[in-house]
């Protein structure tokens, strides 16, 4: 079984949403990291009564903002040169950084209403917070057979954005790259119904469905040799698709699936028509293949 350690690839994707800082770590935690994703800065007091109501509000909105934006608190009392820098004069006072430099900030308690307009007009300065970049990384190891590195990127992009569909399909992706298919249909299972329907998540499961399949194929050739003896032997032709999929020849197995639609299109409850569709959801929309065959396969049902 898949098991995912400490490390973590995709640095805007796992950095921790709200963290404590100090002088010494205000450089880094704040002016470098805002040259990523937008900072939200909580200057604060354990002795300020408004404070202890603002932080929650603030952490709240944030961690709603999955990812998009993170926070920081500065304890004033320990950050008295930075407070002088910014002139604050008073507490609580929030502040937001953006490439290094303060684009937006507000002072004293205010109602939830604007925490949130203040962090979703933040948020928005920053796109996603990285987690498009992060997700464009996993799926390049995914390509480059390292699959538990992609594992642990596309967890990392959920723990930021838990509805984040192409990451829970990438996860569910990763399980089959390792040939662990039943962790990939046990996650499949737990997907929330939002998640379920998802195109990436449905076409991780279509991906499932052929794996299953694969597992069961028998050899190329012995199927070619059974096709080629009796060319209306339907099961031979269905097999001899499943085959040269689970061999990694596609197009052959859309070409083996089209033949045997266009020879008895109602066989075994339309089985030709329904695997085609099946390869068609486990590939993108926009894949040669899918257009090409969808097309084909429209010809013959509108003929």
């Not at 089959?176 to 991780?204: I, R």
């Amino acid at each position: 079984m898949l098991e995912f350690g400490a490390k973590a690839p995709a640095a805007a994707a796992t950095a921790p949403l709200v963290k404590d800082t100090t002088e010494a770590g205000f450089m880094a935690d704040v002016i470098e990291a805002s040259m990523e994703v937008p900072v939200i800065v909580d200057f604060w007091a354990p002795w300020c009564g408004p404070c202890k109501t603002l932080g929650p509000q603030l952490e709240a909105a944030v961690a709603a903002a999955k990812g998009k934006v993170r926070m920081v608190k500065v304890d004033i009392d320990k950050a008295q040169r930075i407070a002088a820098q910014l002139q604050i004069k008073s507490i609580p006072t929030v502040y937001a950084f953006w490439q290094g430099k303060p684009v937006d900030a507000f002072q004293g308690a205010v109602p939830q209403s604007e925490v949130k307009a203040f962090v979703d007009r933040v948020s928005a300065l920053g796109g996603d917070g990285g987690l498009a970049e992060a997700l464009e990384a996993a799926e390049g190891m995914l390509a480059e057979g390292a699959a538990v590195d992609a594992a642990e990127t596309f967890a990392a992009i959920l723990g930021e954005d838990a509805d984040n569909a192409a990451a829970y399909g990438g996860m569910v992706r990763s399980y089959l790259a390792l040939g662990e298919l039943d962790q990939a249909e046990t996650l499949l299972n737990a997907a929330t119904p939002k998640l379920a329907k998802a195109v990436e998540v449905e076409a991780a499961r279509a991906q499932l469905d052929l794996a299953r399949q694969a597992a069961k194929a028998g050899p190329v050739d012995q199927l070619r040799a059974a096709v080629a003896a009796d060319p209306a032997d339907r099961q031979a032709r269905f097999d001899l698709a499943t085959a040269l999929h689970a061999a990694g020849d596609i197009d052959g197995a859309v070409d083996g699936l089209l033949d045997l639609f266009r020879l008895d299109r109602e066989w075994n409850d339309g089985a030709a028509k329904a695997q085609l569709f099946t390869i068609f959801g486990a590939l993108k929309p926009q894949d040669p293949i899918v257009l090409k065959g969808r097309r084909r396969l429209s010809s013959m049902i509108f003929a």
